[in-house]
């Protein structure tokens, strides 16, 4: 079974920390995904990453940036935290196109994050 | 650009019930696939369905079903006798042919199933 494994399931830190949110794969995926939850907007895509040291912004990249030195791990970074980061985080990764089953992401266990 | 609505926010049900999950969605790919994710109260998204934009044939599996149209734009979810662990919250999602497995969601629809 493909597990995705995020660091921690819950975190708290205070504004204008560095935070750093770590996900790995077993699966030797190439794509990786970092999507942000809020209650009444479902899952956004923050950034993700689609081969080593590669990377791309989805939809609401401000105030976060990324990290994809191996293949299995895929770190999220609140630059400066933010009370309104304050969410859950939910890493995810998916085999490239052309394999059986690249049309499925599988998701990690989520982080839920509080900046205080 | 992609859009998924998911415009019931929050269903409450009697056990036994059946109830309909409600998906709409916006593309101009004419490739792309359609999932639904279940996500429990432990937080990890769970993997429920995936259908492709050319198979429209409709999917049971168990006590639950789906039901692809593309005339309207719609992939709704049944789930049949509904029992309390189908509480959840439950996500369409979209992705387009192109893409790398981006994904985009619904809203979500809170499904409380009572005893």
């Known amino acids: 079974d493909v597990k995705v494994t995020q660091s921690s399931r819950y975190l708290v830190k205070r504004t204008g920390e560095k935070v750093f949110l770590e996900c790995v794969q077993d699966?030797?995926?190439?794509?990786m995904f970092w999507y942000r939850q809020d209650p009444g907007l479902g899952l956004r895509l923050i950034y993700f990453?689609?081969?080593?040291?590669?990377?791309e912004k989805g939809d609401i990249p401000e105030g976060y940036s990324v990290s994809r030195e191996k293949k299995e791990r895929f770190s999220l970074i609140l630059e400066s935290a933010s009370t309104n980061q304050t969410s859950m985080y939910l890493c995810?990764?998916?085999?490239?196109?052309?394999?059986?089953?690249?049309?499925?992401?599988?998701f990690g266990q989520g982080t839920r994050l509080t900046v205080v | 650009a992609q859009k998924v609505t998911q415009a019931q926010t929050e269903i409450s049900v009697v056990e036994k019930e059946d109830v309909t999950l409600d998906c709409v969605y916006e593309?101009?790919?004419?490739?792309?696939?359609l999932f639904w994710y279940k996500q429990p109260p432990s937080g990890e998204l769970v993997f429920l369905i995936r259908?492709?934009?050319?198979?429209?044939q409709n999917e049971i599996s168990g006590r639950y079903s789906w039901n692809f149209q593309k005339s309207t734009s719609s992939f709704n979810f049944t789930i049949t006798a509904s029992q309390v662990v189908d509480s959840a919250v439950y996500f369409c999602?979209?992705?387009?042919?192109?893409?790398?497995?981006?994904?985009?969601f619904g809203q979500g629809t809170i499904l409380t199933v009572h005893p």
């Open positions: 259908r492709n934009s050319f198979d429209e």
């Open positions: 593309t101009r790919d004419t490739t792309y696939y």
């Open positions: 999602a979209l992705k387009g042919g192109t893409s790398y497995g981006k994904l985009t």
């Open positions: 699966m030797d995926h190439e794509n």
């Open positions: 995810a990764s998916s085999p490239p196109r052309g394999q059986v089953q690249d049309t499925e992401a599988f």
């Open positions: 990453s689609y081969d080593v040291k590669m990377k």
